[in-house]
Nanobody, 132 residues
Framework: QLKLVESGGGSVQPGGSLRLSCAAS??????????IGWFRQAPGKEREGVSC????????NYADSVKGRFTISRDNVKNTVSLEMNNLNPEDTAIYYC???????????????????????WGQGTQVTVSS
């Protein structure tokens, strides 16, 4: 069963940058069949979709709150998906998760901001803290 692992979180000052990575925990799984979504959950808030990228990488989508600051990409040779986060602000503070949607599902097209209920194979999350 596919399981994902996130890395790259940390603490930065407002205006700083971080790059998160998502990879399969077992090398036998290739991610190019799956759309990968990034989600985040701040204390006391519901988990929200941040960005999505289709298996081919040709389709992406972003929440309005991160458009122009975050960039999702994937390297299907290295079997990883990245989330480049720039110009971070305190409202971006949260645990960030990646999750997968099989390529034969509508949500895998990434026509819309991902919904947590439509994705599976969640990682354990990585903490991002933006504070001065």
């Amino acid at each position: 069963q596919l399981k994902l692992v996130e890395s790259g979180g940390g603490s930065v000052q407002p205006g700083g940058s971080l790059r998160l990575s998502c990879a399969a925990s077992e090398s036998e799984f290739t991610l190019d069949y799956y759309a990968i979504g990034w989600f985040r959950q701040a204390p006391g808030k519901e988990r929200e979709g941040v960005s999505c990228i289709s298996g081919s990488g040709r389709s992406t989508n972003y929440a309005d709150s991160v458009k122009g600051r975050f960039t999702i990409s994937r390297d299907n040779v290295k079997n990883t998906v990245s989330l480049e986060m720039n110009n971070l602000n305190p409202e971006d503070t949260a645990i960030y998760y990646c999750a997968a949607a099989p390529g034969d599902t509508f949500q895998a097209m990434c026509f819309f901001v991902p919904k947590a209920a439509d994705f599976d194979s969640w990682g354990q999350g990585t903490q991002v803290t933006v504070s001065s």
